[in-house]
Structure formats: C-alpha cells, structure tokens
Nanobody, 127 residues
Framework: QVQLVESGGGLVQAGGSLRLSCAASGGTFSSYTMGWFRQAPGKEREFVAGIARSGGSTVDLDSVKGRFTISRDNAKNTLHLQMNSLKAEDTAVYYC????????????????????WGQGTQVTVSS
C-alpha cells in the first residue's frame, strides 16, 4: 500500500511562487507514474501535470503552461510541483497521485487511471 503526503501549500500573493512536494512511502516510488491534480471550489478535479517512470513529463493545463514544472526525485521518493507567477485562479486543493500499472513511458491523465491519492494541500493565491 502506497501512502502519499503532500506539503508546501499555503497562502501567497499573486505573482509569487510555491513548491509543492509529495512524499511517497510503502511502495517502490520509481515504478509509479505520478501526477498532480487540482480541485477548485465548485469545480471538478482536473489534471495539471504528470511524469512517467522514464522521467518524461507533461504539463497539460494550458493555463499553467510555462509557469508550473513537475519533477521527481526517485532517490528521495518525492514528487514536486514548482509553481511560479501564481494567479488567483490557481487557488485550489492540489493532490498528488500514483499510477502503479502503466508502462515505462506512459503518463496517465484521467482520475480513474490513478491508484493512490494524497489528502491534498490547499493553495490560496490572493489578488
């Protein structure tokens, strides 16, 4: 059983930066595809970025491209999301998730493709 714990959220002014972390335990981190999702109040959870077992990554959300970067440190069993130039519309609960079933290069994008989830960390951007 994999446990995921997010950290690094908080309150930040527009234009500021945050670095989210997701610490994994109870499994082999390097064998998982990892993803970040977010859910704003009253909205559905949406895929933000993902990183494959190979290290290949993607930031799918057009509104954050060029501002957010996903990375992983397999030696430390940790996933990161660097968020720069934050905007009020980035306010949401951010979740990390692990996919234990896909191939080396595959990046899962759908909620149902992920097997394990963290509890989420709140990011609030004040304008």
């Amino acid at each position: 059983q994999v446990q995921l714990v997010e950290s690094g959220g908080g309150l930040v002014q527009a234009g500021g930066s945050l670095r989210l972390s997701c610490a994994a335990s109870g499994g082999t981190f390097s064998s998982y595809t990892m993803g970040w999702f977010r859910q704003a109040p009253g909205k559905e959870r949406e895929f933000v970025a993902g990183i494959a077992r190979s290290g290949g990554s993607t930031v799918d959300l057009d509104s954050v491209k060029g501002r957010f970067t996903i990375s992983r440190d397999n030696a430390k069993n940790t996933l990161h999301l660097q968020m720069n130039s934050l905007k009020a519309e980035d306010t949401a609960v951010y979740y990390c998730a692990a996919d234990a079933r896909r191939s080396w290069y595959y990046i899962a994008r759908r909620i149902q493709e992920y097997d394990y989830w963290g509890q989420g960390t709140q990011v609030t951007v004040s304008s």
